[in-house]
């Protein structure tokens, strides 16, 4: 109906956005395949020990479970952007958080190739007691083709140097551009895939958060890019930023400084090394 109002611009590519929505709303309603996926990603989560020290996923009851109905174990905590706006959190403890969501997205994306990609923060609940953050629905949770990560990879490796040759070029191969549109396009393209590269530019000084308003930097680039876009985002990408972008902005909301680059580039190195 927006469409047809004209409400939206036409780079939005709202009929792409749509079709992806409705598939991931399918299988969020599938409760016995997001028992499977919980517990996928609680095995991933254990075998990960820099993780599994703050991380839990709630057990599954798989005999009690049916495609209406999910049973797990009961976890008490708050969303973590409770413990961004709670003044008396100790910022060691704000960074340590964030810090562990950066390294738990990489590690998702990177080397498991299998992401939860709502980051609703009602989805990640700390508990004080335990001092761990339970992960929560699993439903959207998707796995990323192999070739699509590693390109992907090459992507956010060229952000963080800078190097705009290596981004169009990817980005073509991806499916971001198709290497027909105005400069203005590709400069704003550019630019917000430089901003998201900037936590990872630097492998040994940790990146302030509270200083760079990275959202609002990025968001910027959105209208040049929404009115001169000539084909929508490949479709993976859609679940990929989401997660991503909520990732950064929790970052942001906890004023932390985090060694994102040191975690980035170790992935890099050790994920490259395996192609070798």
Same mark, same amino acid.
């Given at each position: 109906?927006?469409?047809?109002? %004209? ?12 079709? $992806? ?11 016995? &395949?997001?028992? =499977? @996926?919980?517990?996928?990603?609680? @095995? ?8 599994? $020290? ?16 999910? &049973? ?16 008396? &959190? ?20 990177? !080397? ?20 761990? =953050? ?22 956010? /490796?060229? /952000? ?12 073509? @191969? ?13 400069? /704003? ?23 760079? %308003? ?7 680039? &959105? ?13 993976? !990408? ?31 190195? /050790?994920? @490259?090394?395996?192609?070798?």
């Amino acid at each position: 109906m927006l469409m047809a109002l %004209n409400i939206l611009p036409p780079g939005m590519f709202v009929d792409s956005i749509l079709v $992806e929505l409705r598939n991931e709303l399918n299988l969020e309603c599938q409760y016995k &395949v997001e028992a =499977v @996926k919980q517990e996928r990603y609680g @095995k991933l989560i254990d075998s990960t020990p820099s993780l599994n $020290e703050v991380f839990h996923v709630p057990k599954v009851y798989k005999e009690l479970c049916t495609d209406q109905v999910l &049973v797990t174990e009961y976890i008490q905590g708050v969303p973590v952007d409770r413990v961004a706006k709670n003044r008396s &959190v100790p910022q060691s403890l704000k960074n340590n958080l964030a810090s562990k969501l950066m390294e738990l997205t990489l590690n998702e994306l990177f !080397v498991w190739r299998f992401m939860q990609t709502d980051p609703n923060y009602a989805n990640f609940l700390y508990n004080v007691e335990s001092n761990k =953050v339970h992960l929560l629905d699993f439903g959207a949770a998707r796995e990323y083709d192999r070739e699509f990560v590693n390109d992907y990879l090459d992507v956010v /490796a060229a /952000a963080a140097r800078e190097d705009r040759e290596v981004i169009i070029e990817k980005s073509i @191969k991806l499916g971001f551009l198709t290497g027909m549109e105005v400069k203005e396009m590709i400069d /704003a393209h550019v630019s917000s895939v430089c901003l998201l590269g900037m936590p990872f530019r630097d492998r040994d000084t940790p990146f302030d958060f509270a200083a760079i %308003n990275l959202p609002a930097k990025i968001q910027a680039h &959105v209208p040049t890019m929404v009115k001169l876009r000539l084909r929508p985002p490949p479709t993976p !990408v859609y679940s990929l930023h989401r997660r991503l972008s909520g990732t950064i902005l929790a970052a942001t909301q906890l004023g932390a400084t985090i060694p994102s680059g040191a975690v980035f580039w170790a992935i890099h190195d /050790a994920e @490259k090394k395996n192609l070798q």
